[in-house]
């Protein structure tokens, strides 16, 4: 097809010939399909179905299909990025539209002698829903696809790139020949301005103005440029553009061309591009050869032509001044604005200049109007965006939307949630310019503005999507590191500034943090943002400004509290399940000692951090194991379950070092709360000398550990062991003594309590708010679990309903089971994944018989004479998202139904009721109505109260009390003594046995034993088993040692 | 004319104006680091920042076009923490040894931090790189003192065009330097000095020589004798002080003597003798030309910058013999003084160690060329550029504002106005017209008060005709001829008017170029920082000296006369041939 294209009337009837041709694609009305229908196999030949080997796929296509004799009727396109970059080498088969993906060189043989010849779609090459798990044949029934709007990937994916006869045949540059023979060049920039099309490389200045200002502007040459210098670290669909669809550029630009009166266009690419820029070039020579560049086109008086200037791929390059620089053959620096390009741009004329997503977007507009591109978007930004999905979701790759969709959608919809559904972090936008977008904001619009606001930017459009195992400050560390790598070093805040900025933060994730780092950081950040040269440096901050802004605990918990929760930062982890444990336990240490049959040792080592090794053993919900590295190559090391073994061995109770110090002793300290945090500040207090005084209102003390936790899971024997263990260490609890009531904080301090820690706890639970709830058999969870604990009998009704999906509920409903119930119901109103509750007690609940009545929200407790009789409530659906990063459940449209019960038991959450037992002393208190606490030191506002545990953190864990407790006890001794004595924190060397350089042990993970369902009716016997020694050992075998390091050897 | 505000005060300054330039307009200081007037306005270092009404972030005035109905702050807070914040990140990597700096007290960083109230560092980190460059005779670079500002980067590229220094690297590893991190002995670095000259801070310096000139002077087996280039005496006073273009030249004499100096010559006298000889030369060419109809080179191209020598060496080898074959006035003054003077004194040259005081760089590295060394010992031993000598004057302790007056030494110290003017650009030119044509007619030269005004001041390329009629008989050949003459200073230009003549566009008989802009009197190794304000003043000062003296022309000489009838012969004599000529080479480009 070298003839010339004359006219408008030559392309037209050229594209009705070329369209014949690709009748298969074009047509999905697929007649029943049989080893005779002619098919077209299109694969994707994009960069990354190209790194994952597209290329043999095709030969062995064309192999098989060779060897069956099908070469008539089958034909191998090659086409460019269809999206799903994770998932390929992918392929589709047309007119079937069916698609494939993951496949190798055997699965395409397979392909063509199933699919082709016998029409057997093959299944294990489908795609698989992210919800269902079913496999899905029809690329329009992918929830991936089905959810885009492409407009600027319209063509990837769809027609063979090096062919412009495919792109005339999808009505290629019949915009080009719409505006040059019927439109003035300002009637194409209105109708670029009335799109609302706003510049896709980051900015998002509106595009038509940016040309009208350029035509505007008087000169004997203007430019069109292209920025093709795609640098954010993860984004590629500009790249995907170029190699799958180079001819939408090229029509983009010429039509740029005529609208401002430029005749010459250079795109900017860079050199690490070499397949898009081969690809473009041949675009090129292709369209000039037909006369659609150069002198004249389609018949009329205007002449264009384009050229590619190849990049060497500094990041900076990307900024549109230092681009031209660039161009211009020098370093690539940028100038300051004003002038604007428009007005001095390329060798100081005019130029327009915009991205090659924006150019892509410019055929549509022109060919099917304005209007009916402006109709997609939100109101001030119009038209669709291209996302590059990355990270810890399940479905990456290129994705293109309208603009204005929430940020949830397009990862849970669109980007099929969270690998191994863990909790969602954090997304971050834009790249090293822009910004995080925490959990809470889920529901963001992704539009400029709405993004702005968050401290993010929409930027080219790459996202990187981040769970719980990303650290916020490391992330931050790693993009303010490239851009100050990328800095071209000549404006002085990008320079020095962003240097002294990333000093700052690795000193952080080295474990040197200081006081006032973050504000240093903030403050320097503001000024590079405010002073710096280009947009590289004005945003240079980003990054750092917005985790501050967004995850200003996580850098506080580096600076202060030496930790990094992610287990990320190597200057403050030895392992990151150490790092997990709100008690810092050494993890490996035990572990490995368990491995050598040492236990003692192993028990010491753990009750250095946490006294409560045999409750833990039991109850912890081993946030270690979510972190393990194991997981990454099979499944974590079973924490809790080699724990369990090891407390289990215990013979003579193992207390580690503790210190004698009389001056210690003889000071006052009281503890008001025996729960897990004031029996583990105790502990640590004793263990520095001191002899603190314990109040407990209930008759036992235990907390929580022994009021709500039912004995099937912590055997009351096993806990009160711990207690008096600590009680030996020289630690007096008197029970039965309520603050409040039998004493005051005020006469503590009058009797000369030098200091006094609360723990509380949020003992109160909370009632429904319903209508009905005052009936007789309506109670909540908390106090039915602490009556039958402590008094050992509570009324149970015969068909119980508990409401509420954490651990208390489980626990109701678990001890409603044990005892008089016929049915138990839970009732929770969101799904399963989301109710707070352990997994583990969840399936245990379910296998002894507890029902779950999911996504249904109680509305009304029916009550006859007095007496509870049912439940009325609301069948309800996922919505938008809530800040903790959840789906909402909103209400359904079906009819509310009633579940009969004579109790209804609310396990809806916890409180404490502070001012009845603060009295006179004034403390202050955080939004959420909780203690307000120094985060390492536990003191209050007042400075000899110190606070943890529930009443500090709100309903928490035992773990987590058993930190603060911790904390607390280091923090009291420093204020009594000002010095940091916690001894018990120094890292101790554990002599276990290593060889780095054997490969891990392949053993799975295995779970521990429990007695038979039939077993537990009408007792409260422990469920959960320990482990024989050989699983034991096997178990701790698994330990990858992530604590272990080279000691330097010294000759 | 735009109208707009600043600080409240409403002005109209010229359309193109940035805010910087209006600002100034009405007295308003903007400290400014990385731009410098009429070389480099790029908005880099953000030191001049203001606040514009409607402008979220800070701008750079330097580069910021001034627009109508512009409202701009100066001087609030918001812009002078940022500035300060700016300031304070520049000594983050600045290597900070000021006390030893030798640009203590001269130093535009240290300013800037003195007058921003700088009382702490809030910001501390990594330090710029040290990589001293010790590799050229000339110039000294030190990166630790680097402060990337580019104003050497600019005079040395555009300027200059020579391009020995870049921008490389990136992010806090970027440098400033000649490419791929080499010495400056491996690029075509031309020894100018241009980039010392404008350099803010002690990134860039002459390599420091007074230790071997007090060493000299303390030797009592030598004889320390010393010449002063025109340069100097319209700018050494600035070391001191004193406006720019005072004449010191009775002054410095006197402090040199009270240094310790055996003698004190003129590189005036010297001048003189290159008229005599280049003058003579040229008119041997168009003799060549016109009457014997040979084969000869023209135009004729003045040799007396050793930048300009280098520079024709590197860029232009296919113009080398373009060039006269005349030392220049600083090599000649070598040659006579280590000769002619020391057979006056009974001295051999090697117990003469002959100083220069020169207002550039690069004549310590001609100094330095192995050719120079007809004397029979090197001909020119030390050269100091006038920054050095303060440094000295200052070190002796010697009140230099009260100093008396005394003249040079006989006979190498005395000279014509016409040396005087070789400071200048055009002057060289000037000098030799005023030789030439009374040598040829026999009359002055018809220019009010000698003047060539068309070849003087600070354009960049200017050229001249001068006919010549009414000639003595001996050169009656030039008759009716009309000399074409050009001047050029700075090597952009020169290297615009040397294309132009290989182009054949332009053509020429003497062509004078000088390296900086302004000449001599803007020279590599003069007081800092040089501005075309300064310029002016010290080319005027110059002229003063010129029309203050009694002889104007070089050949009005007696003490010339006296050294060809006693020593030397005739111009273009056997000695003089061998003494006060050489011969150039092409330099290898890398």
Known sequence: ?1051 | MINLTINNTPLQVEEGSTVLEACRQIGIKIPTLCYLEGVQAIGACRVCLVEVEGINDLVASCVMPAAEGMNVSTNNSRVREARKVVVELLLSEHDGDCQTCDRNEDCELQSLAHDMGIRELRYEGEKAPRHQDTSTIGLVRDSAKCISCRRCVTVCTAIQTVSALFPQGRGFKTTIGPAFAQNLDTVTCVQCGQCAAVCPVGAISERDQTDEVWAALDDPSKTVVVQTAPAIRAALGECFGMEPGTLVTGKMTTALRSMGFDAIFDTDFSADLTIMEEGTELLTRLKKALVDKEEVVLPMFTSCCPSWILFVEYFYPDMLANLSTCKSPQQMMGAMVKTYYAKKIGKKPEEIVMVSIMPCTAKKSEAARDEMNDSGAQDVDIVLTTRELGHMIHEAGIDFQGLEDSKMDAPLGLSSGAADIFANTGGVMEAALRTVYELVTGRELPFENLHVTPVAGLEGIKDAEITIEGTVPEWSFLEGVTVKVAVAHALGNARKLLEKIRAGEAEYHFVEVMTCPGGCIGGGGQPRITTDEVREKRIAAIYAEDEGKELRKSHDNPAISQAYKEFLGAPLGHLSHELLHTKYTEKERV
């Open chain 1, 1 to 1051: 097809m070298s003839k010339k294209i004359k006219s408008l009337a030559d392309l037209e009837k050229l594209q009705l010939l070329e369209v014949k041709k690709l009748g298969l694609r074009m047509d999905h009305s697929v007649p029943e399909s049989n080893d005779n229908t002619p098919r077209e196999i299109l694969v994707c030949v994009g960069g990354g179905c190209l790194a994952s080997g597209a290329l043999k796929i095709c030969e062995a296509f064309n192999l098989a299909i060779e060897e069956n004799g099908l070469s008539q009727k089958v034909t191998v396109v090659e086409t460019g990025c269809m999206g799903p970059c994770a998932a390929g080498p992918v392929a589709k088969i047309m007119p079937d539209n069916v698609f494939y993906q993951g496949i190798t060189v055997e699965d395409a043989k397979t392909i063509v002698e199933q699919h082709i010849m016998q029409g057997l779609v093959v299944q294990h090459l489908l795609y698989k829903d992210a919800v269902s798990g079913q496999p899905v044949a029809n690329i329009d029934d992918i929830e991936y696809f089905k959810r885009q709007n492409k407009v600027v990937l319209r063509n990837c994916g769809n027609i063979d790139p090096l062919k412009i006869s495919e792109y005339i045949a999808v009505k290629g540059y019949q915009a080009l020949a719409k505006a040059v023979s019927s439109m003035s060049s300002e009637a194409v920039i209105d109708s670029m301005l009335q799109s609302g099309l706003r510049g896709r490389g980051g900015g998002g200045f509106p595009t038509g103005l940016k040309w009208k200002f350029t035509y505007e502007a008087e000169s004997d040459s203007k430019s069109v440029v292209c920025n093709a210098d795609e640098g954010d670290p993860g984004a590629f669909m500009d790249r995907s553009v170029l190699e799958g669809d180079p001819h939408s550029v090229i029509e983009g630009m010429a039509i740029a061309g005529y609208a401002v009166g430029a005749a010459r266009g250079y795109v900017y690419c860079r050199a690490e591009y070499p397949v898009a820029i081969e690809r473009l070039q041949k675009a090129i020579d292709q369209a000039r050869e037909v006369g659609l560049l150069g002198e004249n086109i389609l018949g009329s008086d205007f002449n264009f032509d384009l050229e590619i200037r190849m990049g060497s791929g500094a990041f900076v390059c990307g900024e549109e001044t230092a681009l031209m620089t660039s161009i211009e053959g020098n370093r690539g620096e940028p100038r300051p604005r004003p002038p604007f390009p428009a007005i001095k741009g390329l060798w100081g004329k005019p130029t327009v200049l915009n991205n090659v997503e924006t150019f892509a977007s410019v055929a549509v507009i022109i060919s099917e109007g304005a209007e009916k591109y402006a109709e997609l978007g939100t109101e001030k930004s119009k038209g669709t965006k291209v996302f590059a999905l990355a990270g810890a979701v399940n479905n990456t790759g290129l994705v293109e939307v309208p603009i204005g969709i929430s940020l949830g959608e397009l990862l849970y919809d669109i980007g099929g949630g969270m690998i191994d559904g863990k909790p969602f972090k954090a997304a971050q936008l834009g790249g090293p310019s822009g910004g995080c977008i925490p959990k809470e904001h889920l529901n963001v619009a992704l539009d400029y503005e709405s993004l702005n606001e968050l401290g993010a930017i929409m930027g080219s459009g790459g996202l990187i999507v981040m769970d719980e195992d990303s650290c916020m400050v490391d992330v931050a560390r790693f993009f303010l590191e490239f851009v100050q790598e990328e800095s071209c070093g000549k404006c002085t805040p990008c320079r020095v500034g962003t240097k002294r900025m990333l000093e700052i933060l690795e000193r952080i994730c080295d474990g040197k943090g200081e006081e006032g780092d973050i504000e240093k950081l903030l403050t320097l950040g503001q000024q590079i943002k405010e002073t710096a040269l280009c947009g590289l440096g004005k945003t240079a901050a980003n990054p750092v400004l917005s985790t501050i802004r967004h995850f200003r605990e996580e850098y506080e918990e580096h600076i202060r509290d030496k930790k990094c929760r992610a287990g990320v930062c190597a200057g403050l982890v030895r392992a990151p399940c150490q790092s997990a444990c709100p008690a810092s336990v050494d993890i490996p240490g035990f572990v490995s000692l368990v491995g050598e049959k040492r236990y003692a040792e192993a028990l010491m080592l753990h009750r250095e951090r946490n006294p409560f090794a045999a409750a833990c053993a039991r109850i912890c919900f081993h946030t270690c194991e979510d972190h393990c590295r194991r997981a990454t190559l099979d499944s974590p090391i079973s924490i809790r379950g080699i724990k369990r073994f090891m407390v289990e061995q215990e013979v003579v109770i193992q207390v580690p070092e503790c210190k004698e110090n009389k001056k210690n002793a003889a000071k006052k300290i009281a503890i008001v709360g025996a729960g897990p945090a004031g029996l583990s500040c105790a502990y640590f207090l004793a263990r520095l000398g001191y002899k603190p005084t314990l109040y407990e209102a209930a008759p036992r003390p235990g907390g929580m550990m022994a009021q709500t936790i039912p004995s099937y899971r912590l055997p009351r024997e096993i806990l009160a062991r711990e207690i008096r263990m600590i009680e030996r260490l020289g630690v007096d609890i008197q029970c039965n003594k309520t603050l409040g009531k039998d004493f005051t904080l005020e006469e503590l301090k009058e009797q000369g309590c030098e200091a006094v820690f609360m723990a509380i706890g949020a003992p109160d639970g909370l009632m429904l708010g319903l209508p009905g709830e005052e009936a007789e058999g309506v109670c909540e969870a908390i106090s039915f679990l602490r009556e039958y604990n402590i008094r050992g009998s509570v009324p149970v009704g015969k068909n119980v309903v508990i409401i509420g999906g954490g651990n208390a509920a489980i626990d109701a409903a678990r001890t409603a089971a044990r005892l008089d119930a016929e049915s138990v119901i839970v009732v929770y109103r969101r799904t399963r994944d989301q109710m707070p509750a352990y997994e583990e007690e969840i399936e245990e609940a379910e296998a002894e018989g507890v029902e779950l009545k999911l996504l249904t929200s109680p509305e009304e407790i029916i009550v006859e004479n007095g007496n509870v009789t049912g439940i009325r409530c609301k069948s309800m659906e996922l919505g938008t998202f809530d800040r903790s990063g959840r789906r909402r459940s909103v209400a359904g449209d079906q009819a509310d139904f009633i579940i009969p019960c004579d109790q209804v038991i609310a396990a809806i959450g916890q409180r404490v009721d502070l001012p009845p037992l603060i009295g006179q002393v004034s403390l202050a208190v955080k939004r959420d109505g909780y203690l307000k606490t120094d985060s390492v030191t536990k003191q209050t506002s007042e400075e000899w109260i110190f606070a943890g545990g529930d009443v500090a953190t709100g309903p928490s864990s035992v773990i987590d009390a058993v930190a603060d407790g911790e904390k607390a006890a280091a923090g009291i001794d420093l204020m009594l003594t000002g010095k940091d004595n916690a001894f018990w924190r120094a890292e101790k060397k554990v002599d276990t046995f290593f060889d780095p350089d054997a490969d891990p042990v392949m053993y799975e993970r295995e779970k521990q034993p429990l007695i038979p369902v039939e077993r537990r009716s009408c007792n409260f016997d422990e469920v959960e088993q320990p482990w024989d020694e050989a699983t034991a050992i096997r178990q701790a075998k698994r330990c990858l040692r992530c604590d272990y390091r080279e000691e330097a050897t010294t000759w």
